[in-house]
């Protein structure tokens, strides 16, 4: 009985090994490509015995010619893996190689991995490698199209489920209208009380609870990240003896014997001395803090890219490129997937401890997006359709925001201002209530334990004056300067790596590389050793009785007291500590910048706001040093001026805010965000006193930034990328009309329609095959080309193909309607049986006049996500237009 099971089995396999073959010749031999007869029309068998009763599937490897160039040549692929490998694709590029082919077809028998996704998308530029899984070709959608139990209208509504491509671009108006026909179908069934009530509300408070879920999930790994990071950070230079699951901080609260800030308590042991080198004026304690440092550092950067190369390549960098690329409707699959999720949450905690120059807050935004994503399959009005999908990854951006620097309102408005492309009022709503929620749970977990919300609190008790808005100016210009240097160098950089070989097919080598610099590099200056979210601390801070020890705040002839807001304490007066800090600080400058032009791109979990902002705040803290130096001199030579009013041994300056509002400068010029950045700045330090000053170096970094590289860092990664990416920011400068931008442009013989009711099954089988246009126009006629509607390729395609193997009397002759007026058929009559495609069609696309400017054309693709529109004259086809066409004309305008 066991062996007659077995036998039933793997006559089944041989069965589903033979369908599926078929059918990706079938669907090769439909794009044009030559495929023999006999393997064509081949039955089981015959197949059985050729291939044997367990097929080896390398055996049913194939290579095809194309019909129209025999120069096309497409490898047809049976991988032996279940999930396809990056090993498996080096072996197509090799076969690809080998049979001087640039195309292949990938038959994968269940998921592919990140890998090997990534490993596919490195060959992009040179092959077009596809994967098709068997459950597609073996039970595809499209078979059950004429199934008995369907009705009309439902069989159309399956085709419009299908699932879309990777790096493709969404239909906008086909998901919402989508959405608007399930509404409807929920509205009717109200009436089936109580059960269709209860459905109801349940689908109206879906969003909700959806974003209700991405809120407390966002905040909970938020505040795991960023204790996990802290207590990573300190391990490199030693650990609590007695208790070692704290970090160096919470270490010396629970000791509660250090005196001032930076000093190290009994309970906190460095590793010299836990090897019992006491002496730290020793050589040895020297050489063995600084090996320690260096390895962890090194050994934190090695795990991490080693986890983002095997197990999610798509881990690495910022994520904010490629998430408002999401956002804007392309489909990058894997991106946002779970395991992306968990490699750069652990990632991210070992990158951010390594002491790379990089951030949390950029990846938090991908993680929060991540968690949207995956919690959206909880609901399929969410998880099935792409453009409301895109809502709920919407308001996880602005909980990424939130809890990376505890600060809702400005999450809510970087969703709005630099990342989301469709911003509904419903999203706004969403997107502040998951902010909030995000922002609330974070509270609670209390990763800092400072039970504070702002993550850089602030105390000036001074007032500025008008005559600092020149200096703000000026940070404000030096933010739009070094912010451009900075984008300009980095493309430059990632440009080379992505050209150069040694340095893109070697990514853990150059983190290895880079993270050996930066530590070493930074370990003997203490304003680089420390973390850039510890450095920018220090910078906002002003002097008080328990920075004695700092040469920062190394002021003459300074107050002793117990309030830390001593008003005699910034003397303006400089010792000797002062003067060292001054060099380091210049030093440090010069580090984190060359450091982060460096780091931001390596295929580490990285993300760019605080290094910008460390970097603003160091030049801001220079800046006010030295303008608290010159208004020292002018008060203490006895000419009291107007502009400064200010009383004499008073606080009159407070470098803390030049570092405040140097760090919103810097940042405002690498990103070009303007109001999201102010909100975020107010929300970091509790500070609404100096809003104003943020303003003006924020608008100065934006005007002085645009008029040196026209960009922000995250544009220009889209742009070094190539993702298909039309800001919905930007102005369109040429005067233009659809007419010069349409393809096939005057060649009218060019242009590819379908006829409505005058083409026959073999004709439109060999448009598919001729061309690899997405989809087709339909029109009335040849001779007066009115247009009726827009068929996609695909539809036709899963369309004639199930035609041809459920309708006994549909041929290669028979002829394919668009319209109502079908004639009736006649089994036993001469003439093979119509084949009615109208519910295919979009009865309603999106046209516009020859004549229309290329202005309003772009606006409708930007606000409607349209992926083509048509061009008419007097409603007559002319030609079409697509997103690609807009991007490539505007990119050789613009060269």
Same mark, same amino acid.
């Given at each position: 009985?066991l ?21 990706a010749?079938?669907?090769c ?19 059985k ?14 290579i095809?010619a ?11 692929y049976f ?7 990056a ?22 028998q269940?998921?592919?991995t ?13 092959y ?7 459950s ?6 499209e ?28 239909d ?25 009530l209860? *459905?109801?509300? !349940?689908?109206?408070s879906s969003?909700w609870?959806c @974003?209700? =879920? &991405?809120?407390?999930? +966002? ?32 270490c ?20 010299p ?9 020793s ?9 320690? *440092?260096?390895? !962890? ?7 991490? @890219?080693? =986890? &983002?190369?095997?197990? +999610? ?14 956002l ?7 991106y ?9 949450s652990v990632?991210?905690i ?15 935004v ?5 968690i949207?994503?995956i ?6 009005k ?11 990854l919407?308001a ?12 809702p309102?400005?999450?809510v ?24 929620i995000?922002?609330i ?14 993550l ?6 001074m007032?500025w ?11 404000g ?12 160098s ?5 440009r ?22 930066t530590?070493?590099?930074s ?8 973390s850039?979210?510890a ?7 002003r002097?008080?009785?328990e ?17 830390k ?9 400089f ?6 800090a ?19 791109g390596?295929k ?7 290094p ?28 009291h ?25 810097v940042l405002g ?23 104003v ?11 002085i930034?645009d008029?040196i ?9 889209i742009?070094?990328n190539?993702?298909?990416?039309l800001?919905?920011?930007?102005e369109?400068?040429?005067?233009t ?6 393809r ?5 013989s ?17 448009l ?42 549909v041929t ?17 009559g ?18 516009v ?9 772009i606006?409708?693709?930007r606000?409607?996500?349209l992926?083509?529109v048509l ?10 237009i ?10 050789e305008?613009?060269?």
């Amino acid at each position: 009985m066991l062996y007659e099971e077995d036998y039933e089995r793997s006559d089944y396999d041989l069965s589903r090994v033979w369908r599926i073959r078929t059918s990706a010749l079938q669907m090769c031999s439909d794009r044009g490509y030559i495929v023999n007869s006999n393997d064509l029309n081949m039955t089981l068998p015959q197949f059985k015995s050729v291939y044997g009763i367990q097929p080896i599937r390398s055996e049913l490897n194939v290579i095809l010619a194309h019909s129209m160039n025999s120069s096309d040549r497409l490898l047809v692929y049976f991988p032996d893996e279940v999930k396809l490998t990056a090993d498996a694709v080096h072996e197509i590029h090799q076969q690809l190689q080998r049979d001087n082919a640039t195309k292949a077809v990938i038959i994968v028998q269940g998921d592919v991995t990140q890998p090997a996704r990534q490993a596919i998308h490195e060959l992009m530029p040179s092959y077009t490698l596809e994967y098709v899984s068997e459950s597609e070709l073996g039970n595809s959608l499209e078979n059950d199209l004429l199934h008995e139990n369907l009705t009309g209208e439902d069989k159309a509504e399956m085709l419009y489920r299908y699932k879309y491509g990777d790096f493709h671009t969404i239909d906008w108006l086909r998901d919402l209208a989508r959405d608007r026909m399930r509404h409807k179908f929920i509205a009717n069934k109200k009436q089936d009380f109580p059960l269709g009530l209860l *459905y109801s509300l !349940w689908d109206a408070s879906s969003g909700w609870v959806c @974003v209700l =879920l &991405v809120g407390i999930t +966002a905040g909970a790994i938020a505040g795991i990240i960023d204790i996990g990071a802290r207590w990573m950070s300190d391990l490199k230079d030693g650990i609590c003896a007695d208790r070692f699951w704290l970090d160096r901080e919470h270490c010396c609260w629970s000791a509660n014997d250090s005196i001032y800030k930076e000093n190290d308590c009994n309970s906190w042991t460095s590793w010299p001395e836990m090897m019992h080198y006491y002496n730290k004026f020793s050589v040895w304690y020297y050489m063995i803090d600084f090996i320690f *440092y260096v390895a !962890w550092a090194l050994f934190m950067a090695g795990f991490a @890219v080693s =986890l &983002v190369k095997v197990f +999610a390549p798509y881990a690495c960098g910022s994520g904010i490129p490629e998430i408002k690329t999401i956002l804007s409707g392309f489909v990058i699959k894997g991106y946002l997937g779970k395991w992306t999720f968990i490699i750069k949450s652990v990632g991210l905690i070992l990158a951010s401890a390594s002491g790379l120059s990089l951030g949390k807050e950029g990846p938090m935004v991908h993680l929060a997006c991540c968690i949207g994503n995956i919690f959206s399959y909880l609901f399929p009005k969410y998880g099935l359709n792409e453009a409301k999908k895109r809502e709920i990854l919407s308001a996880s951006a602005a909980a990424g925001v939130s809890v990376a620097f505890g600060a809702p309102i400005g999450g809510v408005l970087f969703s709005l201002e630099e990342a989301s492309y469709y911003f509904p009022l419903k999203t706004m709503w969403r997107s502040f209530f998951c902010a909030l929620i995000a922002g609330i749970t974070l509270r609670i977990v209390n990763p800092f334990g400072s039970d504070q919300t702002s993550l850089f609190h602030v105390d000036y008790s001074m007032k500025w004056t008008f005559m600092e808005l020149i200096p703000f100016a000026l940070l404000g210009v030096f933010g739009g300067v070094i912010g451009s240097f900075f984008i300009w160098s980095n493309i430059k950089w990632c440009r080379y790596r992505k050209t150069n070989k040694i340095l893109g097919q070697n990514p853990i080598n150059e983190v290895l590389i880079v993270t050996a610099i930066t530590a070493t590099i930074s370990y003997f200056n203490p304003y680089t050793r420390k973390s850039a979210s510890a450095l920018i601390k220090q910078l906002f801070d002003r002097c008080g009785p328990e920075d004695y020890m700092m040469d920062l705040c190394d002021y003459k002839n300074k107050t002793f007291g117990s309030d830390k807001v001593d008003p005699n304490y910034h003397t303006g007066e400089f010792g000797i500590g002062v003067q060292t800090a001054f060099i380091q600080l210049i030093i440090a400058l010069i580090c984190k910048l060359v450091f982060t032009i460096f780091t931001f791109g390596i295929k580490v979990p990285s993300g760019l706001f605080v290094p910008s902002m460390a970097m603003g705040a160091i030049a801001g803290r220079l800046l006010g040093i030295k303008v608290e130096q010159l208004t020292y001199a002018l008060q203490s030579g006895g000419e009291h001026s107007a502009y400064w009013s200010c009383q004499i041994g008073k606080d009159c300056v407070m470098p803390g805010l030049y570092a405040m509002v140097g760090a919103a400068a810097v940042l405002g010029g690498v990103t070009r965000m303007t109001v999201s950045l102010v909100v975020i700045m107010f929300e970091l330090t509790g500070s609404l006193e100096f809003i104003v000053p943020t303003m003006v170096a924020v608008m100065f970094a934006k005007w002085i930034g645009d008029a040196i590289y026209r960009t922000g860092i995250y544009d220009a990664h889209i742009d070094l990328n190539s993702y298909p990416f039309l800001d919905n920011k930007g102005e369109y400068p040429f005067s233009t009309v659809a007419m010069q931008v349409m393809r096939p442009g005057t060649d009218r013989s060019a242009l590819k329609v379908i006829y409505q009711d005058r083409m026959m099954v073999g004709d439109i089988e060999a448009l598919l095959r001729d061309t690899n246009y997405n989809g087709f126009p339909v029109v009335v006629s040849d001779i007066d080309m009115f247009v009726v509607g827009f068929c996609t390729r695909r539809d036709l395609q899963g369309a004639l193909h199930s035609a041809r193997k459920t309708h006994a009397y549909v041929t290669t002759n028979s002829k394919v309607y668009f319209t109502n007026n079908v004639p009736e058929f006649e089994p036993s009559g001469n003439h093979p049986a119509p084949l009615r495609l109208r519910k295919l069609m979009d009865m309603a696309p999106s046209t516009v006049t020859d004549q229309t400017p290329m202005e309003t054309v772009i606006d409708m693709f930007r606000k409607l996500g349209l992926r083509q529109v048509l061009v008419t004259k007097n409603g007559r086809l002319l030609g079409i237009i697509t997103k690609k066409d807009i991007l490539r004309f505007m990119k050789e305008g613009e060269n």
